[in-house]
């Protein structure tokens, strides 16, 4: 090998520890560029971090969030924790079908003087959820024994219409039926968050009241144990 192709090689092969080396860097800063992943607790203390770009991740709190605002306002604390230090998020975007209480959101965005963040992207993460449809009545008998169980706590099991799957602000969050794609059909209305994997045609298990408006306002949602 010639000393001008030798040059030629060391030059390629700096180039290619350079290319990797920025590739690991901005890789374990976050997921877009600039976006220096933080936990809750380091956005609320640091106060260099006011003006910069993060990604941050926690579960929704409950009771934080009005249902179809506009922009969506909730709050995030780290997983785990047992503090009272949580972030205000503002998202006035398209909000995922998956969100609701306790999902887990990841968000990146500006960090503000008031140590709110004005996201630019929202991802939720919702865990498996299984439960055991023993002793669930199919929505065939819950409308057959209206009267009877209206405003009692009931166990429900049957699946998900196609198409019916909404987001947490909408005022019915998901239809079910007693077959798979066909039989009596009810709503379901749902704050919380849709296990993962919940989709058209999954059969779950719920459990809540029907109410008198003949929507049944469900308090948890599970997959069927049995069906996966």
Do not use: H
Request: aromatic letters at 6%; one cysteine or more.
């Amino acid at each position: 090998m010639n000393k001008r192709a030798k040059q030629r090689l060391l030059g390629v092969t700096a180039l290619i520890i350079i290319a990797v080396g920025g590739l690991i860097f901005y890789t374990s800063q976050g997921s877009g560029a600039g976006a220096y992943k933080k936990t809750v607790a380091e956005v609320a203390t640091d106060s260099t971090l006011v003006g910069q770009q993060v990604q941050v991740s926690g579960p929704v709190i409950a009771g934080t969030w009005i249902p179809g605002a506009k922009p969506l306002v909730f709050e995030i604390k780290d997983q785990d924790s047992t503090g009272d230090t949580t972030l205000r998020v503002i998202w006035d975007g398209p909000v995922p079908s998956a969100f609701g209480d306790g999902t887990v959101a990841i968000v990146k965005g500006i960090v503000g003087e008031d140590r709110s963040l004005t996201a630019s992207s929202l991802i939720t993460q919702c865990p498996s959820k299984y439960a055991s449809a023993t002793g669930a009545l199919t929505v065939t008998d819950l409308l057959g024994k209206k009267a009877e169980v209206q405003d009692k706590f009931v166990k429900l099991t049957g699946y998900i219409v196609s198409g019916s799957i909404q987001g947490a602000d909408a005022s019915e969050r998901f239809s079910i039926s007693t077959e798979s794609g066909s039989g009596d059909v009810v709503a379901v209305s749902f704050g919380g968050a849709l296990p993962a994997g919940m989709e058209d045609g999954s059969k779950v298990v719920i459990g809540g009241k029907l109410g008198t408006d003949g929507v049944f306002a469900a308090d948890e949602v599970s997959l069927d144990e049995a069906a996966q």
